[in-house]
């Protein structure tokens, strides 16, 4: 996979969660922008996020999974 797709296919997710109600259109843009702005730093592991980074990300991660979770008429299906 090109790197402009990986790119493409994270932006088209976040626009996907505004398409589906998860949020508005501006917070999914803001999504996108701060994937583009930090996944170098992330995957050359050039970065490390602060305790409340962290928690912030595991908060936001858990609300937002529990939100598709709930809207799924197969929630039994979660493998999480």
């Known amino acids: 996979m090109e790197a402009s797709e990986v790119i493409s296919s994270h932006r088209r997710l976040y626009q996907r969660g505004a398409e589906v109600g998860l949020y508005d259109e501006a917070c999914g843009e803001r999504l996108a922008e701060l994937w583009t702005q930090n996944r170098t730093k992330t995957y050359y592991r050039l970065g490390v996020a602060t305790e409340a980074q962290a928690k912030t990300m595991h908060d936001l991660a858990t609300a937002i ?4 979770v709930n809207a799924s008429r197969v929630q039994h299906e979660c493998l999480c």
């Open 65 to 68: 999974h529990n939100e598709l």
